[in-house]
């Protein structure tokens, strides 16, 4: 059985039913119409004799004008993170070993919360990852899983997706920047440990200057299929199953630190220009202009530190120059530490950007455990940052590498100046010592929103997995988890993709498995 709840204050609503049409009993019930349910929701109605429910706890901007808007313009993405009926308001707990910089040692954690999940409130970066992470799942026991097999799938989502350039309209000039710097670093850079890779541009799932997201992709699209019911704020409070298993476990995050890069050219993203009238007019009249623009990563680069046979490091271009309080705000740093790690943030005016070196694979394993018999009380969200000495030292290579690429011809001939942070609990460690980068490190590296892995997938046998390779919960019949806590091992790169790829694969089996019964 599954309970739902509705919030006293926003009934449930069935999108485009009506209660007589709801049914007793479905062949498939879905909990959570994210990034995920979106796609489940529509691939497992295409079977006209299939009934398909999908209960959402939050909205959907179907029924209020105002969130379709807020939740389109790419350049809103970050304030959607502070607005609590589209974006849990979750936190860390106070961590041990990271988040010195941060108010209470609490690192914010938002996600998505209304029909499209966290891709309707995420920075859209779209990206299939590094292939070796799924051959790695495969060889760790998720069979069916290896880069060839899910490759497939990813075609099937880029058939439904929209794709634009990231940044590529007004911001193009710092992107072809950092691409250049990259290129100089591989050739000018070997100190016997680091090998660099490619650098790129990366692409957001939007179209026409406005987000594309999981609902509009799949879920929008089927809505008037007679045999697929949804229903928001329906919350679904409890799902009776009884197995040991190891849920909450295995937690991954990707976690990146920005170095602040000054520029005195005018190339990034500042709120002074982006709240120009003209902007807003070009927006508001013709839905054109710098608001149209996604803020965030436009170009990203890979690291391969050692012998290891994949990048441990990704190099990402974050294009803001300033944001007043936003980014503090978002991510629970305090506001001593933000004015201390970047200078001139908050001058609307402020041209600049972050180099972001982010840990692909990092070694910390945290956990997710309830803090409550009540349903409505927030987990307790445990990720155990920087645990570990590797994870440290590996953000501290990046940070010699962002400084490297900051010093490049390429980005000097934008007037670039990096700063290093003056933190109080750093100041007695000498200049440019690893030691001083590790107090940094401990200071302000973030999530990247990335969290995965709680319900690993892999070999039944495996005492570590909660699903088997077809997503199935061990010991329990007719019950999938489908969803980013499946991946064994956090993908190597943005975890949207991946998500929408493994909802596309196990849809395909879960109607083959339909049909054969
Ligand atoms: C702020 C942010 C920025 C990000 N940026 C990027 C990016 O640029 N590129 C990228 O690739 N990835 C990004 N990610 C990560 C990516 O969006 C997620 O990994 C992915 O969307 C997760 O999909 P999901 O289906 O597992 O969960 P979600 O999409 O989060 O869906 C979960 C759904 O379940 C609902 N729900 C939760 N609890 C209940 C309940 N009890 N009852 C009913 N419904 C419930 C939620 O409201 C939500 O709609 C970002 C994530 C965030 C939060």
Redesign the pocket.
């Known amino acids: 059985g599954i309970y739902v709840s509705y919030q006293r204050d926003t009934p449930a609503s069935y999108l485009r039913k009506t209660t007589a049409e709801l049914r007793t009993d479905y062949d498939y019930v879905i ?7 979106c796609v489940l929701a529509a691939r497992l109605s295409e079977d006209s004799d299939s009934t398909v429910l999908l ?4 909205g959907s901007e179907l029924e209020d004008s105002l969130t379709r808007w807020l939740t389109r313009l790419p350049t809103l993405t970050p304030s959607l ?1 502070l607005l609590p009926h589209l ?2 308001q979750y936190r860390t707990v106070p961590q041990a070993q990271a988040a010195y910089g941060f108010t209470n040692k609490q690192i914010a954690w ?10 309707a ?7 299939r990852g590094l292939s070796t992470t799924y051959d790695a799942w495969a060889a760790g026991g998720a069979t069916g899983w290896s880069y060839a097999d899910v490759k497939p799938f990813f075609e099937k989502v880029e058939q439904v997706i929209e794709l634009t350039p990231t940044s590529a309209t007004y911001f193009q000039t710092l992107t072809d920047a950092f691409l250049a710097a990259g290129k100089f670093l591989q050739r000018s850079y070997s100190n016997g440990r680091a090998s660099i890779g490619d650098f790129y541009q990366l692409s957001s799932a939007m179209v026409d200057g406005k987000r594309w997201h ?1 609902g509009i992709g799949y879920l929008f699209p089927a809505l008037n299929r007679p045999n697929l019911h949804v229903m928001t704020h ?4 409890k799902i009776e199953v009884i197995a040991d298993l190891p849920v909450g476990q295995n937690l991954q995050d990707h976690l990146f630190v920005p170095v602040r890069v000054t520029l005195n050219t005018s190339v990034s993203f500042t709120e002074a220009k982006v709240t120009t009238v003209s902007e807003l007019l070009k927006y508001a009249l013709l839905g054109t202009g710098m608001l149209t623009e996604s803020v ?2 436009p170009a990203a680069g890979s690291v391969k530190l050692g012998d290891e046979s994949t990048a441990e490091l990704f190099l990402y271009l974050l294009n803001i120059g300033s944001t007043s309080r936003l980014y503090q705000l978002i991510s629970g740093l305090s506001e001593e530490a933000w004015r201390r790690f970047a200078p001139g943030i908050y001058d609307p005016s402020a041209e600049g950007c972050f180099i972001a070196p982010t840990l692909v694979y990092a070694h910390a394993r945290g956990n997710i455990t309830l803090a409550s018999r009540d ?1 409505f009380q927030f987990p307790s969200i445990n990720p155990q940052y920087l645990n570990n000495d590797h994870d440290v030292e590996v953000l501290i290579q990046g940070i010699r590498l962002a400084i490297k690429m900051a010093m490049t011809q390429p980005f000097q001939a934008l007037g670039a100046t990096y700063h290093i942070p003056d933190f109080h609990l750093c100041a007695h460690h000498p200049a440019d010592t690893d030691a001083l980068y590790g107090c940094i490190v401990k200071h302000i590296a973030m999530t ?5 892995g709680t319900c690993k997938m892999g070999r039944s046998s495996d005492p570590a997995t909660v699903v088997d390779p077809q997503l199935r919960v061990k010991g329990i019949s007719g019950l999938r988890v489908v ?3 499946v991946m064994p091992a956090i993908s190597g ?5 991946p ?1 929408l790829m493994l ?1 596309e694969k196990t849809a395909v089996d879960i109607r083959q498995q339909h049909r054969s019964r």
């Open positions: 909990a959570g119409g994210g990034t995920a349910g209960l959402e706890a939050g993170m974006s849990w938002p996600a998505g919360r209304m029909l499209g999940g966290s891709s409130t995420n920075y859209m970066l779209y990206t999981a329906a919350h679904v409070t965030g990563m349903p990247m929103y990335h969290y995965a969803d980013a806590s790169g943005n975890t949207m993709a998500t909802a």
